[in-house]
């Protein structure tokens, strides 16, 4: 699948499961969640989990980003295996000079859903936040109809705060809901979509280009 | 190196007080390496005309020589200073290291002993031709020299080890022992003193080797409080009470010892013994009383599984295969492989994983009960793909690892396995793309990147696997040489058998005599042991170490570079490399002008490439040999005399392919004389060079190798070549020849002709594809007609008849020979008809289906190791996980 060129987005799963409720908790011994770093040696996991859980293919740059990103990228390990990924990257939004944490994924296969992994990978996110204490706030995109990602999100705070329309070029609904967790009080852009894109990293002033060559990815459902 | 003098005051007698001087700088010199100024003080010896011919002042500027690489003109002075001062010990002593670092020990020996007539008490020849006679097992001269180092320095402590160590390894336990009770008793023990422990330990191990058991236990219970090595103390003890019957006390040992390590699967063995458990219900007994004891350790839950049958062993195994597949051990299958014997626990084992994973798949449990993680479906499905693949359902094993990967991508273990189910379907490539995808999951892994490496030579792609071994070898050399300085002996013989199935059989040749070499360097290699050993008294292991270097030769790796070598070398005899062999044997004629263009540009884009290529290799050429000056620079000790430079194209024209393939085999008769395939390839050899009475004694021993069935058909096909040959040649053997041949043959041939006794053979044995493949090929030896062609055809092509044999390896074996004409032209004509039949037997087999080759992964095409497959951009459907 070709790179769709629609604007920098983030693309974020519902880490909770489908199907029938479980048949009662995994024993606890059986059942280890770890968050490990992103390095050149298992990139290739992370373009894998990426690969079956995004519809999206991601371009060479995201990738490379990812390796500088330190604690704002994370491969998830359940019982030692890679089975979920949370990349972020830091934005500065150029209208208001505010600085957000912007969730470009996170996502978990689909087998080991509802276990908790979801929950981990945004409580690092958060739990970096905090302790940064720089943050305005943290956000990101979903499509409209995903329900449980946006029950998901709502249990940690995050609120829906904006919609962008044909936001995603190849999926249905292509609308997507900007939720965002704020962290200080800012003001308040409305319910209307985020003025400009949002440009890739912390200067806005980069190579206006930059967006296009960029990462531009889509959220399934 | 060793120094040509010490402590002797006899050298440079002959020269006055100052020269003498300067001579002794220039041993001094010499000991510490500076061998320039070694050199300028020999100049000022020997510029004085009165001594320009002094001889040890000749032989030492030679020394040094050596040292700098200079080696013609180092022999040129050595033996220079050798003809003037014939009774100098110290001019033979030089000629002796100096013929010493050219390995030739032989001579080197021969030159110590002229120098010790000169000078008796040398100590330091002696123990120079005491290293000398160890490393060549010149054993009775050994003892003798040692007895003389004894004599000589009887303080000394490494003199009574030599000189125990020199009876024992002659066997003469008696005198080892008294010589070590002598020296034992000289001996101050310190409170904790490791080496006398070992020294302790070695005299035991003599005691035990003579035969002596009570007298060893009763040794090793008297110096108990001395030995450090506990576990060990502990072991021999046990070991030693079972030899003495005395199994009540051992049992407290063992137990002690399992108590220690509650993992250790020998010592379980030991118990079994000592408590006398003979049947599987006694040995069960004792392991349910230790699951009780050690509920957390593995071995009293896996060893029981080797003795329960039936319900008892499904009872056990089902707890086992759970908390393995709960837990997630990769190597569950390898662990539990080797009780696939029994075809009943296989069957239990398949049962109840397919009921697993029935639960598994309905509602995420093995049995209704408790919930299991994810990834227990995942080594569950991993588990059983691993279970048809052994079972060589090679569908099966490819649908579960296929929904394995489509559960969690992101496994590698499972594309290692699927890779591995491609190979034993014998689809090559496929397999090495496999192994590439894995190995792309985790570059750091080594383990899977030498897979790789593996796979991709099983699939002749010998460039690319020495590409992905340069992910792990040092940068700046090629990585094929990186690899035979490492001595990486995997990665050259599967390289050999890569280049021999390419038919490129010099370089073949060149994998496989760098693999001799590197036995060779191992065994050089001891030297240094012998010094070091005695010095630190670790007396055990280089006894061992002594031991292991004798059979060095018998080792996988020399059998499978001399077995690869001696078939090139056979194939090289039967079809000689002619220079025409390397011409274009394109038709341009009958070309039309288009085709004749693009060949033409192919040609040209070919050459164009081969030029760059040979820039490449001038480049590192070059670079190679400064790198070279550079290591002489610094390494001023180059003691390694150059190897001659192996040049494929000259080995693949050899002179004498037969006794180049002899040199090969002499170390496997001699070291692998059990093994049937030895003889197999000697009688190839004799065969080919008509030497009947030596087909014969091949013949011989191949019948008396263990485990050798007399219907076995690779020894079939040789009795009956050799007794077409003696039939067909009776009348030119001489007359003894002749005689020993009748007498021998007698019990072999059983009176019957060639052609009855391969008739009888195809007949007993009618229901298994190896042998009649084998008694096929032989009728059309004896009977090439066309009708006998068409009657061996006709036998290998009903494969579904078959009860054994039929598998993906010999139906390929066979394939081969058709298509190289072994069964005649029939057989080639025949040879599509054989590959339908075979086609579907295994649907899955490239070379039995070609028509699979479009539809199969390949790595051929992939450039940039880096980039990602082609595979990678086709799995984008949308997972239907949502609600």
Same mark, same amino acid.
């Given at each position: 699948m070709p790179d769709s060129s629609s604007s920098p987005s983030s693309t974020c799963t519902s880490p909770m499961a489908p199907g029938s409720a479980p048949a009662g908790p995994i024993d606890p011994r059986y059942s280890r969640i770890d968050l490990g770093d992103i390095t050149q040696h298992n990139i290739k996991l992370l373009k894998k989990v990426n690969a079956v859980v995004f519809p999206v293919v991601y371009h060479a740059k995201f990738y490379t980003d990812v390796l500088e990103a330190g604690e704002l990228a994370k491969l998830a390990f359940y019982n030692d295996i890679v089975v979920g990924a949370v990349c972020c990257r830091i934005d500065i939004e150029p209208a208001t000079g505010l600085r957000k944490l912007y969730i470009m994924t996170l996502g978990c296969l689909a087998p080991y859903r509802r276990l908790g992994i979801g929950t981990a990978m945004l409580k690092h996110v958060m739990d970096?936040?905090?302790?940064?204490?720089?943050?305005?706030?943290?956000?990101?995109?979903?499509?409209?109809?995903?329900?449980?990602?946006?029950?998901?999100?709502?249990?940690?705070?995050?609120?829906?705060?904006?919609?962008?329309?044909?936001?995603?070029?190849?999926?249905?609904?292509?609308?997507?809901?900007?939720?965002?967790?704020?962290?200080?009080?800012?003001?308040?852009?409305?319910?209307?979509?985020?003025?400009?894109?949002?440009?890739?990293?912390?200067?806005?002033?980069?190579?206006?280009?930059?967006?296009?060559?960029?990462?531009?990815?889509?959220?399934?459902? | 190196m060793p120094s040509p003098h010490s402590a002797n005051t006899a050298t440079g007698s002959s020269l006055p007080p100052k020269e003498n001087a300067q001579f002794k700088r220039i041993l001094k010199c010499y000991e510490q390496k500076q061998y320039k100024n070694g050199l300028k003080f020999a100049k000022q010896i020997l510029t004085n005309p009165k001594f320009a011919e002094h001889g040890e002042t000749l032989a030492m500027k030679g020394l040094t020589l050596n040292c700098l690489g200079r080696k013609d003109e180092a022999y040129d002075y050595v033996r220079r200073g050798l003809r003037n001062d014939l009774k100098s010990h110290v001019c033979w002593h030089v000629y002796g290291l100096l013929q010493r670092s050219d390995k030739k020990?032989?001579?080197?020996?021969?030159?110590?002993?002229?120098?010790?007539?000169?000078?008796?008490?040398?100590?330091?020849?002696?123990?120079?031709?005491?290293?000398?006679?160890?490393?060549?097992?010149?054993?009775?001269?050994?003892?003798?020299?040692?007895?003389?180092?004894?004599?000589?320095?009887?303080?000394?402590?490494?003199?009574?080890?030599?000189?125990?160590?020199?009876?024992h390894l002659l066997n003469d336990y008696d005198m080892t022992l008294k010589i070590l009770e002598e020296f034992r008793k000289t001996q101050q023990k310190a409170a904790y003193d490791y080496e006398h422990s070992e020294l302790l330990l070695y005299q035991n191990m003599v005691i035990q080797e003579s035969g002596d058991i009570s007298g060893a236990l009763e040794h090793l219970m008297k110096y108990e409080p001395q030995i450090c090595d506990q576990a060990h103390f502990l072991t021999t003890k046990g070991s030693l009470l079972l030899k003495l019957d005395r199994?009540?006390?051992?049992?407290?040992?063992?137990?002690?010892?399992?108590?220690?390590?509650?993992?250790?699967?020998?010592?379980?063995?030991?118990?079994?013994?000592?408590?006398?458990?003979?049947?599987?219900?006694?040995?069960?007994?004792?392991?349910?009383?230790?699951?009780?004891?050690?509920?957390?350790?593995?071995?009293?839950?896996?060893?029981?599984?080797?003795?329960?049958?039936?319900?008892?062993?499904?009872?056990?195994?089902?707890?086992?295969?759970?908390? @393995?597949?709960?837990?997630?051990?990769?190597? +569950? *299958?390898?662990?539990?492989?080797?009780? =696939? &014997?029994?075809? $009943? #626990?296989?069957?239990?084992?398949?049962?109840?994983?397919?009921?697993?994973?029935?639960?598994?798949?309905?509602?995420?449990?093995?049995?209704?009960?408790?919930?299991?993680?994810?990834?227990?479906?995942?080594?569950?499905?991993?588990?059983?793909?691993?279970?048809?693949?052994?079972?060589?359902?090679?569908?099966?094993?490819?649908?579960?690892?296929?929904?394995?990967? @489509?559960?969690?991508?992101?496994?590698?273990? +499972? *594309?290692?396995?699927?890779?591995?189910? =491609? &190979?034993?379907? $014998? #689809?090559?490539?496929?397999?090495?793309?496999?192994?590439?995808?894995?190995?792309?999951?985790?570059?750091?892994?080594?383990?899977?990147?030498?897979?790789?490496?593996?796979?991709?030579?099983?699939?002749?792609?010998?460039?690319?696997?020495?590409?992905?071994?340069?992910?792990?070898?040092?940068?700046?050399?090629?990585?094929?040489?990186?690899?035979?300085?490492?001595?990486c002996m995997w990665f050259q013989t599967e390289c050999a058998g890569a280049f021999e199935r390419l038919g490129k059989y010099?370089?073949?040749?060149?994998?496989?005599?760098?693999?001799?070499?590197?036995?060779?360097?191992?065994?050089?290699?001891?030297?240094?042991?012998?010094?070091?050993?005695?010095?630190?008294?670790?007396?055990?292991?280089?006894?061992?170490?002594?031991?292991?270097?004798?059979?060095?030769?018998?080792?996988?790796?020399?059998?499978?570079?001399a077995f690869c070598a001696i078939r090139v070398y056979l194939r090289l005899f039967d079809k000689p490399i002619t220079d025409d062999d390397k011409l274009n044997e394109i038709d341009t004629e009958n070309m039309d002008p288009s085709e004749l263009k693009k060949l033409r540009n192919k040609q040209k884009k070919a050459k164009r490439k081969a030029e760059l290529e040979a820039q490449e290799m001038q480049q590192l050429q070059a670079r190679k040999e400064l790198h070279n000056k550079s290591q002489k620079k610094n390494d001023d000790e180059l003691d390694a005399p150059q190897k001659d430079e192996l040049y494929p194209d000259k080995l693949e024209r050899p002179e004498d392919p037969l006794g180049e393939a002899l040199k090969f085999l002499e170390p496997l008769q001699l070291l692998a004389a059990d093994r049937l395939s030895t003889h197999v390839l000697a009688f190839e050899i004799y065969f080919r060079k008509r030497k009947p009475l030596l087909m014969l004694q091949s013949i011989k021993r191949a019948l008396n190798t263990p485990n050798t069935p007399p219907n076995d058909p690779q020894l079939h096909s040789c009795v009956i070549r050799f007794q077409k040959f003696v039939d067909e040649n009776r009348q030119s053997f001489p007359a003894p020849v002749s005689q020993v041949l009748d007498r021998e043959t007698q019990s072999i041939f059983a009176d019957k002709s060639a052609v009855q006794r391969n008739r009888d053979f195809l007949s007993a044995n009618d229901q298994s594809l190896n042998h009649v493949a084998v008694g096929a090929e032989m009728s059309v030896v004896l009977d090439g007609s066309e009708a006998s062609q068409k009657a061996a055809l006709k036998l290998i092509g009903e494969l579904e008849r078959f009860k054994t044999g039929v598998d993906i390896k010999t139906c390929s074996d066979i394939f081969h020979k058709l298509e190289e004409g072994v069964y005649g032209s029939v057989g080639v004509a025949g040879l599509d008809g054989f590959r339908q039949s075979c086609a579907q037997q295994f649907p899955l087999t490239i070379l039995f289906n070609p028509e699979l080759k479009k539809q199969s992964k390949t790595t051929t095409t992939s450039a940039d190791p880096n980039e990602p497959k082609s595979g990678d951009n086709s799995s984008h459907e949308v997972p239907d996980s949502e609600p």
């Open positions: 970096y936040v905090e302790r940064d204490g720089q943050f305005d706030g943290v956000f990101l995109h979903v499509q409209i109809n995903n329900e449980s990602a946006i029950q998901f999100y709502r249990k940690f705070g995050f609120d829906i705060v904006g919609t962008k329309e044909q936001y995603y070029s190849r999926i249905e609904p292509a609308d997507a809901h900007v939720l965002e967790k704020r962290l200080t009080s800012q003001a308040t852009t409305g319910g209307t979509p985020h003025p400009p894109p949002l440009v890739n990293g912390n200067n806005p002033k980069d190579d206006p280009d930059s967006h296009k060559t960029n990462n531009g990815h889509e959220r399934e459902h | 020990y032989d001579e080197a020996i021969k030159c110590y002993r002229n120098a010790l007539k000169w000078d008796k008490e040398n100590i330091q020849i002696l123990r120079d031709l005491s290293l000398l006679q160890i490393q060549m097992r010149d054993l009775e001269g050994y003892k003798e020299t040692r007895y003389q180092l004894f004599q000589l320095r009887p303080t000394q402590r490494a003199s009574w080890i030599g000189f125990a160590m020199s009876y199994a009540g006390e051992a049992k407290a040992i063992f137990e002690e010892l399992i108590q220690r390590n509650p993992e250790n699967h020998e010592s379980y063995k030991f118990l079994e013994q000592a408590s006398g458990a003979d049947t599987p219900a006694k040995k069960l007994a004792i392991y349910v009383k230790y699951r009780g004891f050690y509920p957390k350790a593995q071995a009293p839950q896996r060893l029981p599984l080797n003795y329960a049958e039936g319900q008892e062993f499904r009872d056990l195994v089902e707890p086992y295969l759970k908390k @393995a597949l709960r837990k997630g051990v990769p190597p +569950l *299958f390898v662990d539990l492989k080797p009780l =696939y &014997k029994n075809p $009943d #626990n296989c069957a239990i084992l398949e049962e109840i994983c397919t009921t697993y994973l029935k639960h598994m798949r309905a509602n995420g449990t093995f049995d209704g009960k408790t919930r299991e993680p994810p990834t227990a479906l995942l080594w569950l499905l991993y588990y059983l793909s691993q279970h048809y693949d052994y079972k060589s359902d090679y569908a099966t094993a490819l649908q579960l690892i296929d929904e394995a990967i @489509a559960h969690t991508p992101t496994l590698i273990e +499972l *594309f290692l396995h699927k890779g591995k189910i =491609y &190979k034993h379907i $014998d #689809n090559r490539e496929e397999a090495a793309y496999w192994m590439d995808e894995a190995q792309v999951m985790d570059r750091a892994d080594r383990y899977i990147n030498c897979k790789s490496a593996k796979y991709l030579l099983r699939a002749n792609q010998v460039k690319e696997a020495e590409e992905m071994c340069k992910w792990f070898t040092r940068g700046g050399v090629p990585a094929m040489e990186s690899l035979n300085e490492m001595q010099g370089e073949a040749l060149k994998k496989c005599i760098e693999v001799d070499r590197h036995f060779t360097e191992i065994i050089e290699d001891q030297f240094d042991f012998h010094t070091y050993c005695m010095r630190k008294l670790t007396l055990r292991s280089y006894v061992d170490l002594l031991r292991l270097e004798d059979v060095l030769r018998s080792h996988p790796f020399y059998e499978k570079a």
